[in-house]
């Protein structure tokens, strides 16, 4: 009797592909769902915000949905809607040496004395600190600094459920379920707020985009 052995060839062959193609999927990071989340900036207007502190140059909306956070002064730019438990994703880049910051349940008034800050600076390169992109800042330094270099646009996640805030730059966890209700010096902040871009350093222009955030409240 005659074999045929591409009878055998070929399911093994195809065998092989399938096991490749496998381990190709679970290899692969899963994308990120965006069900839920709502647009906090829609590009055109500061509908929906409420900027605190200013007194000369303020956000500025650039083309293709940009909004420009720059001038002379120290303020935030504060959702009007607030959140307890949430996701907030956001898409930032530098110039120079820009510094801003995401401050958490944000109040209306006495902005930073009420809330805590995740830092954003333009420190690519630079050893993570308490002061580092990514950081509680001055409080909790992040397990490393995921910045991009200048001019390059960062993916940023920041997750609160209390007590506990996660932080993502760049797909890199940052800062993995720290418990703000065992730090000193935090545990007595609002538990619910807005959600604000700060601006604190002269002259200097941080560029953000792409602003959406999803409640995680029942």
Known sequence: MRINHHSFIMPRASI????????????????ESEEGFEPLFNGTNLDGWIIQGLEKAGPKILEDGVLSVGGWDYWALITKKEFKNFIFRFDVKFDERGNSGI??????????????????DADYGADASKKSTGAIFGFVAPTKNAAKPLGEWNSVEVKYVEPKIWV?????????????????????????GGIAIQRNDYKKTVYFKNIRAKSLED
């Open 16 to 31: 092989l592909l399938l096991l490749v193609l496998l381990t190709v999927s679970l290899s692969a990071p899963a994308a």
């Open 103 to 120: 401050l958490i349940h944000t109040p209306k008034k006495e902005v930073y004395k009420s809330s805590f800050e995740i830092q954003l």
């Open 168 to 192: 993502t730059i760049n797909g890199e966890v940052v800062q993995d379920g720290v418990d703000i209700s065992a730090i000193e010096g935090l545990k007595h902040k609002f538990d619910k």
